[in-house]
Every structure is written in C-alpha cells, then in structure tokens.
C-alpha cells in the first residue's frame, strides 16, 4: 500500500497534475462518484431513506459526512446527482469524503409519521427512538455496509438540519467524531423561529407551514418524491394581508386542521412543558463529538440557536476539549454560499463565508475524520466585529474582559451614561393594534431576510415609536455579547409588547456604500446606497409584556402601575466608531413580522378583533424609575 501510493504521487508529481488545481464540475463529480439509494432500518423497524455518494477511488479509506434533513436529500434516482460542484462542498468531494444525506423520519420518502422538533429521550428502552437514535442507527448501518470507509463520521447541518445535528452529537455513537449544528433550531418558544420571549412571529410560522413555499406542515401518509402544494396566497403586501385577516384564530382557519405543528402552537401559548421538552439543550449533555457551532449574527430564522447551544454545550460538559463557536456577519446560512462581502447594504470588506469555509470549517472535519493539518488555529470563538469589519479570536464567550455598561434614557430622546435626575420623568406613545409598526419600509409579500441591518429612519418618523441616541461619539465602543433592555413602564392596558432595537446612526457626511460602482456608473449603480445617516439596525427584539416575571405564568399588568420590563437580546459583536451615534428606539409592535397583541390580557392565540384596543405606554427615565440598557462594552486590552 505505501508503495503505491509512492508511485502514485511519483506519477502526478512527473505529469504536473495538482489533485487540488482540477476543476470541479459535473462530468468530474460523475467519473469520481457514485451515488447509491438505501433505505435503512432503524430499532423499530421503520425505514429512512438515504442517498449515499460513494468515491470511485479505491485507494485509502475515506470518511462519512452526513446531513439528516426534513427538506428532501433530492434530487431522487440513482442517476441523479446533488450539484455539490457548485458550492464549497466540492471541497470535500476533492478530499474523498463519502456524501449522505437522509430524509428524516416521516419526511419525503422516510417511513413513518413525523413529528416537528422531536423531544430528546435520555432514557430510551428497547425500541423506542427519538432523532439521535435514528441517527445512531443510521451511523451503524453505514459503517458495516459502505465499503472503504474508515469508520469516521462527521454530521453538519444548518436550520431544522441543524437540529438534527445537535440530537446526532447526543447519540454519542463511537463512530462520531465531529459534528457542527449550524442555527440549529434550539428553542421556539423563547429565541427561534416562530416565538420571541413569547411573542409568535405570525408571518415565518404561516408562511413556513401552510402558505407558501414546502408547505412544510402538510402531513402525507406515505413515502412522496415530490413537494406538497400550499396553501395559495396571491397577495403581495403582507403588511395588508395579516392585517386583514385580523385575529389569529382567522389564520387558523385558513390552515386547516391538518397541520398538527400550527394547531399546537395554538393550543401552548405559555412555556409549559411542551415546550420545554422540545428545547434542543436537553440534548448537549455529556457530548463526545468535537463540536462547532456556527450562527449569523443577522440570521433572521436561528441567530439565538447557536449562541445559546453553544453555552449550554460549554456549561453541561466541563472540561470538554473542542467545543467552539463561529458567529459571521451573515443571513440564514450565508456561511454557506460563495460570497459573504455584504449584508444588504452593509460592506465587509473581505469574502467572510470564503474566510469561514476555508480556515475553519473544512480544516474541522479534516483534522477530526481524516487526521489532516491541525485545528489549533480555531479558536474558542471566532467571531466577526461588524463596524470594524474584522475577526476577532476569543478565548471565551463572552469576553474576558466586558464591562457591563448602564446607558440611561432622559427626556428630549437623549442616550447617556448619566443616570436622570428628573422626577416623574416619562416620554410616551399611543400603541394602536390598528395601525401597528411596520417592521419594513418596503411594500413586500415574503419577509425579507436583510430587515436584520436595515435602515430604520421610517419607524424613527413615526409618532408611536419612541428614539433615544447618544451624542456623536468621540471615540469607538465595540459592545460583544447580550444586551440587556431595562424598561420601566406603566400602561393605560393589561398587556403590551415591547420591542428594543439598537441602531448605529452613521454620520450625515457618508456617502455611498460602494462609492466604486457609483463611480463607474451612476445610472446602473444597483449595489450602492447612500449611507449618510443611515440607521442600522444591529440588534432588535420584543418581548411579550405578560411574560415579564414569568414565561410559565403570564401575569396582567394593573393599569398605570410602574412596572419593570427586562429581558436580553441575542449577543452582538460591533462597533461603534467614533464620529456615529448609538440610538435606541422602542415600540410596540412590529408588524407583521410579529402577530398583533390585543393589549389585553386574553388569549392571543383564541381572542376576537373586538379584543384589540389602544394602549397609552409610557417609558419611565427619572430618579426612581431608570430606563436603560446595558451594553457588554469590550474594554480595551481584551484577551483574544
């Protein structure tokens, strides 16, 4: 074996052909592959099927990727390949990687009924299952039955399939070795998806189960190749759509009783243990695997999945060797596609998925499956400074040295480090269900996945949203990790909404943000954008006023009394340069990125249009009662 392998290197090294150099393409993925179609039978005796690409290449042993997906490992037929070729999986097509895919259990072409966020079972007996068994029986059948593979696996998988990597980490089969949860779905009741700290994100969670797209919540009784028609929505103003089709028990009826997952929703609007027991961190106990997690921080879907995993990976496996976390200036998987320069109309200044895919995912799985360079360059968290447009390498999250900084709100929309020295001190607004915030400028009918960094100068205009911003600054402030949002509030109702938003205000001066394209041609300048006090959204959030002491136990709010609203939003990594501004602005509604509330303490999920009324909110800033958030300020000196 050394000795052919010696020719071998001899004869590419004599005819100058560099493996690496080689285009790859479709004709080069069909001489070199192989796809097979299995299905695999797990402990109960359900069956999943699974495409498996195979190399051509005898010599050596090569290991397993594997991604599990709810959304099809189409194309189906053995004649038919996935376009790895495409993307940056070629990478490990180039490295002799064997390729899997499976449909999950109860999806596409897999046996069974399925069963949305499958709770994680610890204690399994006998037959029973849960996804990290399926996945370990999947692991276990590949290993005996595809020949020349060198007993490694590794599992990765960004969205629901990043769900399913975290349950394979926790089915710890020996076989194993790395495995990367990408925005994995962790939690959709408190950071993900179709729930905010309470508050249900109406438009994703319609549109994802029963209006457009996969029409993914339509269940089939039997194994389909091809995708369900939804629901048909032929309005093109979604802002107008929601809101007449007012309360949510009209959507209701719209979807039908056949979509399980929605009718669930409808029926836990608290956090109770249906919940709970579909939290993904249940899973993060006593990991084996190395694990890599990886996020966006402007992902729109999943960008509290990652951070929040990751932690609870840290906090439930002390002493753990390789437990890392990424987090990249991206949308939903941008990491993923071949350039990560921009965000909307923000720049980066370098290719920040070409850095990611490059540096540090495929050295991961190289090092770990195939024994190849070293991951010492991968720190505990890399992590991209938006503003500074740079990475950063830190020795934990959050960073060693943050300081927890109180930035007070004062009477005439004023931001400072000044604690107030008012009395009865409030600014106030009118929340009317009717004419709620929009949370685009834009007339669109698919929620946008860039309203994460856009410009927010239309909801400052409006009188029912609420600015408060600094001075220009003198020098940078570069905030990593969550923000705390610290409101003191009394209102005219028994229930409200509240959204915090932290904004970076650029200098009036600013020109445009790709002054090179303007420069070329005014007329055709598609990609600029003139970004002279542009508001930026960094980090926005709401939160659902009845859950403020508890998420299990919603609790009324008495008319007029102050009453204290705080929460955290997910972690941030930007500065702040000198000469911008940082601004905060609160509202009420988001809409309809966020379903209305009623601003009455009723059910949400069962209540009628007559239910929704006005609602006087006033935000305290006086002596007694300080409004503020708290910025983890990276001072400097900061261990990276």
Known sequence: MLMKSFYLGLFLLITGININAQVIDSVWFKKNYTKKEVYISMRDGIRLFTSVYIPKNKIGKHPFLITRTPYSCQPYGEDRYYPFWKGYLKEYCKEGYIMVFQDVRGKWMSEDEYEDVRPFNPDKKNTEIDEASDTYDTVEWLIKNIPNNNGNVGIMGTSYPGFYSTMAAASNHPAIKAVSPQAPVTNWFIGDDFHHNGAFFVMDAFMFYAAQGRGFGIPHPKPVSTGHVPLGISDHDNYKFFLEAGCLKNLTKLTGDTIRFWNNMMEHPNYDEWWKVRDARNATKDLHPAMLWVGGLFDAEDCWGAWHSYLAAENNNP??????????????????????????????????????????????????????????????????????????????????????????????????????????????????????????????????????????????????????????????????????????????????????????????????????????????????????????????????????????????????????????????????????????????????????????????????????????????????????????????????
């Open 319 to 640: 002493g753990k060797e390789f437990n890392r976390i990424v987090e990249g200036p991206w949308w939903h998987g941008q990491w993923s596609v071949n350039d990560g320069s921009s965000y909307g109309n923000i720049l980066f200044e370098s290719n920040t998925s070409e850095y990611y895919q490059q540096e540090i995912e495929i050295p991961f799985f190289n090092y770990f499956l195939k024994g190849k360079g070293d991951v010492s360059q991968i720190a505990e968290a890399t992590v991209f400074i938006t503003g500074a447009n740079k990475w950063e390498k830190f020795t934990q999250w959050p960073p060693a040295n943050n300081e927890n900084k109180a930035m007070y709100f004062h009477t005439g929309g004023i931001l400072s480090y000044n604690e107030p020295a008012e009395t009865n001190s409030f600014t106030e607004y009118v929340s009317d269900p009717a004419k709620p915030v929009p949370y685009e400028e834009h007339v669109h009918f698919n929620r946008t996945r860039e309203y994460m960094a856009n410009d927010q100068r239309f909801a400052s205009r409006r009188p029912d949203v609420l600015t408060f911003q600094t001075d220009i600054l003198t020098e940078e402030i570069t905030v990593t990790g969550s923000v705390i949002a610290d409101i003191m509030t009394s209102i005219s109702t028994t229930d409200a909404d509240f959204v915090v938003k932290i904004i970076d205000v650029f200098p009036d001066s600013m020109g445009f943000n790709n002054v090179d394209i303007y420069a070329e041609n005014p007329q055709k300048a598609y990609n600029a954008y003139h970004i002279g006090g542009y508001q930026m959204l960094v980090r926005g959030e709401v939160f659902r006023g009845r859950f403020r002491t508890s998420f299990e136990n919603p609790a009324a709010f008495i008319p007029g009394k102050v009453e204290n609203v705080r929460f955290e939003l997910p972690p941030i990594a930007h500065c702040f340069k000198a000469g911008h501004r940082i601004m905060i602005q609160i509202q009420s509604s988001w809409f309809p990125l966020v379903d209305r509330n009623p601003q009455q303490f009723v059910d949400i999920y069962r209540c009628d249009e007559s239910d929704f009324v006005k609602s006087e909110i006033k935000i305290h800033h006086d002596t007694q009662h300080a409004s503020k958030v708290v910025l983890p300020v990276l001072m400097p000196g900061a261990q990276l």
